[in-house]
Nanobody
């Protein structure tokens, strides 16, 4: 059974950094695409960053390109999201999620409907 648990969220000032972690069990990163997604208050969930099972394909939403970095620890089965130069509009609950397939959709970027198993989420709040 796959399990995902996010941590690392918190309150940070604009321009600051946070690193989110997603500890997984029962997930083989070689066989499954994984992603970070978020949901801001009053908005729908959206994809932030995702990576294919092979690691050769990595997608970022335009709003976070150059500021966020997704990485995987293949030995510890942990997914990370390094978030730098945070902005108030990054405020949201952040989720990690797993896709049944190892491949990524080309468009749109990391669509939430592609990912079937989700963690409980971690809150990120960026103050101005």
């Amino acid at each position: 059974q796959m399990r995902l648990a996010e941590s690392g969220g918190g309150l940070v000032q604009a321009g600051g950094s946070l690193r989110l972690s997603c500890a997984t069990s029962g997930v083989n990163f070689d066989l499954h695409a994984v992603a970070w997604l978020r949901q801001a208050p009053g908005k729908q969930r959206e994809g932030v960053a995702c990576i294919s099972g092979s690691g050769r394909a990595k997608h970022y939403d335009d709003s976070v390109k150059g500021r966020f970095t997704l990485s995987r620890d293949m030995n510890k089965n942990i997914l990370y999201l390094q978030m730098d130069n945070l902005k108030p509009e990054d405020t949201a609950i952040y989720y990690c999620a797993v896709r049944d397939s190892r491949f990524l959709s080309e468009s749109p970027v990391c669509p939430p409907s592609d990912f079937s198993r989700w963690g409980q989420g971690t809150q990120v709040t960026v103050s101005s």
